[in-house]
T-cell receptor, first 115, second 112 residues
Framework: DGGITQSPKYLFRKEGQNVTLSCEQN?????MYWYRQDPGQGLRLIYY???????QKGDIAEGYSVSREKKESFPLTVTSAQKNPTAFYLC??????????????FGPGTRLTVL | QKEVEQNSGPLSVPEGAIASLNCTYS??????FFWYRQYSGKSPELIMS????GDKEDGRFTAQLNKASQYVSLLIRDSQPSDSATYLC????????????FGQGTRLTINP
């Protein structure tokens, strides 16, 4: 059963803690992305990766870190430096790098709440 | 000016009517255009993509692209209550670019 999985579905964090959100895909997609969505707003790009061991900052990378050690996995760490981390976090993937169409497909998301 | 703009709504349409959602974008060199549907509390689902001027139809959905006027629209025919959702417009500015730019979404409600 192919797809993109994210875990956990809900995550609660105390202020000052780092947390890591998991994203795994078995679609053999090259590129993976992390977005953040705040209530009533569109998606904002945090980080993206086109190949293993390489990634680029998106529009709002401050306070976040990522790794891409395997093609299937692209975990996101929300660090204590992120001032307002409460949001809905979405992971996406797309089939091929440098392809004009760039259709992206999303996982189910992780809702992070800072207590 | 925002790169991708949508009317946030809410847009209310009676069941069975045509729902029309609009999106404008600022980068004239944009190449690819996408419509995503997002139900409340869920992740976005890709429903349409369009790459050239004109209309593209898929079932009850029609995407329309006019690059000269820099707008893309989504028509939903025979609207159903299950179409009630937020619709996100996304634009890929350049061929080979990895970044999609999203609008803030239009909330659509279909009234039975």
């Amino acid at each position: 059963d192919g797809g993109i999985t994210q875990s956990p579905k809900y995550l609660f964090r105390k202020e000052g803690q780092n947390v890591t959100l998991s994203c795994e895909q078995n679609l053999n997609h090259d590129a993976m992305y992390w977005y953040r969505q705040d209530p009533g707003q569109g998606l904002r790009l945090i980080y993206y990766s086109q190949i293993v061991n390489d990634f680029q900052k998106g529009d709002i990378a401050e306070g976040y870190s990522v790794s891409r050690e395997k093609k299937e996995s692209f975990p996101l760490t929300v660090t204590s430096a992120q001032k307002n981390p409460t949001a809905f976090y979405l992971c996406a993937s797309s089939p091929r790098v440098a392809r004009a169409n760039n259709e992206q497909f999303f996982g189910p998301g992780t809702r992070l709440t800072v207590l | 000016q925002k790169e991708v703009e949508q009317n946030s709504g809410p847009l209310s349409v009676p069941e069975g009517a045509i729902a029309s959602l609009n999106c404008t974008y600022s980068d004239r060199g944009s190449q690819s255009f996408f419509w995503y549907r997002q139900y409340s509390g869920k992740s976005p689902e890709l429903i349409m993509s369009i790459y050239s001027n004109g209309d593209k139809e898929d079932g009850r959905f029609t995407a329309q692209l006019n690059k000269a006027s820099q707008y893309v629209s989504l028509l939903i025919r025979d609207s159903q209550p299950s179409d009630s959702a937020t619709y996100l417009c996304a634009v890929n500015h350049r061929e080979g670019a990895q970044k999609l730019v999203f609008g803030q979404g239009t909330r659509l409600t279909i009234n039975p």
